[in-house]
């Protein structure tokens, strides 16, 4: 079993884009809500400076300040640790930095202005440097925070599709079943599935099956465009992964049918950019 390490910090909240890791709180009318976005890729930032590295550190936050703010970089929380015996790690530097999502994420660190930085004034700084990225998602038996009382049939699709998106990485289906109703019908356009099918039961067995061929998951690229009129929403989109072991990609469109706050009708259009499905 791999180790657990576990760390307190003492952290000023910070939810504003391309804010420095010294700045202010942001006001709470500020905050962005995390219903309106896609669940965010999280960078936790543990380490340790080296003696008296404190100004060359200093001009490595004052640097990264203007790339942050482009990259919309959003400073959830930073501090410094909490002696404990409860806990396995003190770190004196502790910060989480929210992206909107892995991509953006790893687009950043890669900048070549930002490794100019970090050659520069991070690697000079820190003796110690732990960097960890994670793609968030509801915590599992955890039901998803209810919408918005003003929420449109747009809302309810946008946080359907997340939980969809999210599935198709992970093979973790159940957030986004929870979001059917029970006569939910399902319509895909080929293979083993091709037709219409009807009941929760029935769309876990086929998204199930989707994780067994796409058995490292399908990962959505882009999302070209969102169309919605009256309770239809339709997703268009680029995915790729491996089906059964071969590189796949496909441009995808999806239209969902909301009732409620439910998912009640799912239909699949798709042409293919890579290669083609074997038959069932």
């Known amino acids: 079993m791999r180790g657990i390490e576990i760390t307190i910090f003492v952290a000023s ?5 391309g804010a420095s890791l010294g700045d202010e709180p942001a006001r709470e009318d500020a905050m962005p809500r995390q219903s309106d ?16 590295a404190e ?4 001009q490595y936050l004052a640097g990264t ?6 990259y919309g970089v959003e400073v959830i929380a930073v501090g410094s640790a909490v002696e404990s015996e409860l806990t396995t790690d003190a770190w004196p530097i502790n910060a989480v930095l929210s992206f909107r999502d892995r991509e953006t994420a790893e687009r950043f660190l890669a900048d070549p202005r930002y490794l100019e930085l970090k050659e520069r004034y991070r690697d000079q700084a820190y003796e110690t440097l732990h960097l ?12 998803s925070a209810p919408l918005r009382g003003d929420a449109t049939a747009k809302d309810v699709a946008e946080e359907a599709f997340a939980d969809f998106r999210h599935s198709l990485a992970t093979g973790e289906w159940q957030p986004f079943l929870d979001r059917l109703t029970d ?7 080929m293979g083993r599935y091709q037709g219409k099918h009807v009941g929760k039961e029935k769309a876990s067995e086929i998204f199930h099956y989707v994780t067994q ?7 959505v690229d882009e999302i070209e465009r969102i169309t919605a009129e009256d309770n239809r929403v339709v997703f268009e989109f680029r995915d790729s992964g491996l089906l059964r072991g071969q590189p796949y990609r496909n441009i995808v469109a999806i239209s969902l049918d909301v ?3 439910k998912i009640s009708g799912y239909r699949e259009y798709f042409g293919l950019v890579g290669p083609p499905p074997e038959p069932p």
């Open 213 to 219: 061929v796409f058995s490292e998951g399908l990962t």
């Open 55 to 58: 100004s060359v550190y200093q």
């Open 65 to 70: 300040r203007p790339l942050m703010s482009e």
């Open 259 to 261: 009732r409620g706050e």
């Open 132 to 143: 960890t990225l994670v793609e968030s998602r509801a915590p599992r038996g955890v039901p």
């Open 37 to 52: 976005r896609d669940p965010p890729a999280l960078l936790f930032i543990q380490g340790k400076l080296k003696p008296n």
């Open 13 to 17: 909240l910070l939810v504003i884009s």
């Open 183 to 189: 006569d939910f019908t399902l319509q895909f356009p």
